[in-house]
């Protein structure tokens, strides 16, 4: 039923017990899959929000985008790209674990969701590599906005991984000790929501962070900057 | 462990029995609302306390040596910020959301209890966080409840040290708590109504919960976000906010940031957080204003229109706070006339509570008078509100104390007129005693006439020119010495409404140690929470098996049936069911 027909019913007619309402039980885990889309929702704003303050921030003449010359560190990017593939290895393991936790093989899930937590990890112990490695280049937290907003956003978007991490180990702690079931694919699909939809965050914030500033312009200028 | 089976749940409910799962550690909704309710009641008399000094200050200068320039801006900012936040939002959504939520949608407790627990630790904690800025070294910031940056973070401002650092993590902490609890409330209305209640049966109450909570749940980010620019700026000499400047003949390591960044952050937090507090206490002044009136609610569709679209311009005004940082001409012409289109729904709903009392048959019981004295308030508040929201007239106003009185009436004494209402209509289900009824008519009496008597002259004091933060006026030649005068009377009035919430919390108490049982249903009100089968409802709320909604929340006076209301709940006949059938015919 849409919004609008929901919102147009005149409830003081027609008095009856309607036997519609959603059910946990007709639909379990239909809660926390609500749930799920309005976290996804409020970390959507939260990112939504940096990338505006960024895109006004880029706008006064201190800031210094992190590629475009040649000395700065993102103008090869290959480090960052070698990240991305560890994340997006991490996704392809969740997808093939859920995949076998819908068949209830129970090897298969295990493996898939072993590989990605490490790749997970993996790609948490590389950002914090590169911290170090432009750190130690001289671009210090505070000496730019560009780069207190590449601390920051990797920052932000690791704790929200981590965050991940935390609830998938969560589920499947239940899971082995409830043993397998093919019920259990719903929330590991609901974990693999979360991540698909955090790699997609990663895929923004990495492209506003390699951004050459004519590019970093356009999209501010676009803002009314 | 006490056992019931239940015919909704395949496992059975476990009825917590020792004292720290029933009270401490619980997950039950109830408890849980009531921990907030003393929490966010106990925080909010220290901001009381804040106000006081402050009008002792104002109205009597150079009589408190104890207050100086420094301690007057602290108990300014503090004030503020606990009441809008910590006191308000807490309560509201925290307390009557968390207490009504489950019992109005016919739910046995919020869908994920454990996280509704943690909520309020979490709550907790951020209040320990701020008032322990009370007992660091140069106390707690005095930045004003708006929290500027350059000024905020910088020698010369009280608590520019350890009191604004605790208040922006005070401030994160708050909103990690609050989004724990938010995607409780959301998720409740959405999944876990009973049978029969479809969302337009639900009672405005939990309409105005429910978009509330999602306008927190999205605006929040924004003071998050601004918290932990700024707390970067203060901790580690990022300059996302801080300009390059110098203080006290000193060049700082700041490099050039934009201080309007934090204020359209700020305000784009700032502007829903209004009604954040304002949607649920339009919901809750509804259900109290039909059940005490007999009548249904007027324009019951209209009612949740507006709290939807309110909620939705909310997110489109928030530069009005600004007009005075200096922007476009044609944004403030646009910010300008949604300010002003957001006053259509508003009007919608004070004229609908206004046809509501309109040949009711009205109770005077201690909630219908709050909830009119809310009627009037807010009026008042939301007038002077159409002043503020042109530019034109904003400019000169903004800094003087026509602006305190406009939002005083229209979020502080407006909300808090609601909250009694609310108060006095569900302790009876809450505790399942009575209060007294003549110690709340004085209690009534003496809030609505007091706040009168605070805010009323203070939109004169306004129009002189009288500056608002200011500490002591000195010689001013604009303000006539009479003003001094007008100063001193607000502040034995507010001192006299301060010191009159006493008496309510004496009716609490005493009512609780009185005794005097409330019984089922004392209101006849339809509303699911009222139909429960023990007073106050036992953990599960409701016995085997959930209500079966059958009506919507307001059928009062319903010409042919045996009491003046339905409940909710009612089992129809089939001989009704046929005839409205016709009806709808």
Known sequence: MSLFSVLGEKPWLNPSAVLEGPDEQAIPYAAASTALRFIMAIVSVLFFLFFITFLSRSQYPDFQALAGQPWQPFSDSSRLWMNTALLAMSCLAMHIGLTFARRAWLPGVVSGLGFATIFAILFLLAQFALWQELYELGFYVGSNPANSYFYLLTAVHGLHLIGGIAALAWVATHFLQRHASAVFAIPLGLCARYWHFLFVVWLVVFALLTSEPATINALAAMCGF | MQHIALADQTLEMHEPKSFVTRYIWSQDHKVIAIQYGLTAIFVGLVALVLSGLMRLQLGFPDTFD???????????????????IYLLTALLLGGFGNYLIPLMVGARDMVFPYMNMLSYWVYLLSVIVLLASFFVPGGPTGAGWTLYPPQAILQGTPGYDWGIILMLVSLAIFI???????????????????????????????????????????????????????????????????PALVSLGESLDYTGGSPVLFQHLFWFFGHPEVYIVALPAFGMVSDVLATHARKNIFGYRMMVWAIVAIGGLSFVVWAHHMYVSGMHPAFGFFFATTTLIIAVPTAIKVYNWVLTLWRGNIHLTVPMLFAIGFIFTFTHGGLTGLFLGNVTIDLPLSDTYFVVAHFHMVMGVSPIMVLFAAIYHWYPLITGYNLHVGLGKAHFWLTFLGTYAIYLPMHYLGFLGVPRRYFAMGSTDFIPESAQSLNASITVSALIVGLSQLIFLVNIFWSLRRKEAAGHNPWGATSLEWQTEHVPPHH??????????????????????????????????DAEGTASEEDKA
Do not use: C
């Open chain 2, 66 to 84: 104890f207050i100086d320039p420094s301690a007057y801006l602290q108990f300014v900012t503090m004030h503020g910020m606990i009441m809008v």
């Open chain 2, 176 to 242: 990690v708590a609050f989004t724990m609890g938010g995607l409780n409330y959301v998720t409740t209305v959405l999944q876990a109504r009973t049978h029969g209640m479809t969302l337009m049966r639900m009672p405005l109450t939990i309409w105005g919960i429910f978009t509330a909570t999602i306008l927190g749940l999205l605006a929040f980010p924004a003071l998050l976000v601004s918290a932990i620019m700024m707390l970067l700026d203060k901790t580690i000499g990022t300059s996302f906010f801080m």
């Open chain 2, 540 to 573: 599960g709320n409701w016995g085997p098996e959930l209500p079966r909604v059958y009506h919507w929340a307001y059928d009062y006076s319903v010409p042919g049936s045996e009491h003046d209301f339905i409940p909710q709940n009612h089992p129809i006949s």
